[in-house]
């Protein structure tokens, strides 16, 4: 009988442990299904003390994701494009700035001065497979952000954009109500 009793534990055991795995991969896939990149980087903009500028380009054009911001030290605002990382973001950008813009590309935890998709390709893989063991505090999605300052603009201090990714921001935007209507609508 203690054969059968340990064995059921066991059983008991297993079957309470895939169904807490499920559970926790239905509510993180549930979380990644509800990211909004375009809120996530207006508050990160924000966070930093900078304000926000409307995009002149009105949904649903693939321009009115792009996200405008001024720094006080800049004559031309700054800009956020959010694209996905498989996405040929640069093209996107050399339509929308002029010349002499400094263009970054953000992903998670990195940053490349050129686009390098085989390489956010490889943080988003890392990611995934960390946040299956609970091991990473960002959400793997497969939307990145490209930066373009301006011409002659030196910021007294560069963003952290890592908070667009981490699950802990995007908990407590899920938690609080958002204002449906915004100046510049991401996605």
Sequence with gaps: ?????????????????????????????????????????EDVIRANGYALRENPVKPPRLLARVVYFQRPECQQASLVLPHFINEEAGQILMRITDAGFERRFFYIDRDWREQSRPA??????????????????????????????????????????????????????ASTARPAAGTNAGG
């Excluded at 059983?11 to 979380?31: H, I, P, Q």
């Excluded at 030196?154 to 908990?171: L, Y």
Aim: charged share 20%; with cysteine; hydrophobic share 55%.
């Design 1 to 41: 009988m203690k054969v059968t009793m340990i064995r059921g534990l066991l059983l008991a055991a297993l079957v309470a442990s895939v169904a807490v795995r499920f559970e926790t991969n239905r509510a993180r896939e549930a979380m990644a299904s509800d990211f909004d990149i375009g809120a996530a980087v």
């Design 120 to 173: 956010m390709a490889l943080q988003w893989i890392k990611h995934l497979v960390l946040n299956v063991f609970d091991a990473s505090p960002y959400i793997p999605v497969k939307m990145a952000i490209a930066l373009a300052d301006p011409p002659n603009c030196r910021p007294a201090h560069a963003i952290d954009w890592r908070p667009v990714w981490q699950r802990d921001r995007q908990a407590h935007a």
